[in-house]
């Protein structure tokens, strides 16, 4: 058996992803809180230089395919803020994705969520590899800041 040594870094580029700077807060929260080794990350948003790149609900103008595309962005500014939180050491000091929460804007009879809420954990799992393999929550909420599709939250563990 052979061992992984590409880093997270090299995933990202492989994907032909290159991170956003890592948002700022745009009211009294902070974008990430530390205790010990566990990190835990406000809600991104599907932005891109500073506006929704996706708007609606899921269901009801927004597909769910269009809806995990919004889920794979909220996890690209997700990753972003786990870099900063990393500091120079870079993605490399994650020792795990502990877990996502992920938010869908859907309509009542809605029941997709998870269809949706993959497009963030694939992306998560494709960077970080068998570390990035978490416990989740998808659920629908009847709205969300900026009337964006999905928002997305998250836990993290972090070596010294």
Known sequence: MTQDTTTPEDRLRALGIELPEAAAPVANYVPWV???FLVTFSGQLPVKDGRPVF?????DGVSVDE???AARLCAINLIAQIRNAC???GLSRVRAVV???GFVASGPDF???PKVINGASDLVVAVFGAIGRHART????SSLPLGVPVELEAQIVLHD
């Open 67 to 69: 809806g995990a595309e």
């Open 138 to 141: 998808a659920v629908g909420v």
């Open 87 to 89: 500091g120079p050491a």
């Open 111 to 113: 029941t997709d969520h």
């Open 99 to 101: 877990r996502l929460g």
């Open 55 to 59: 708007l609606g609900r899921v269901g």
């Open 34 to 36: 530390q205790t010990g």
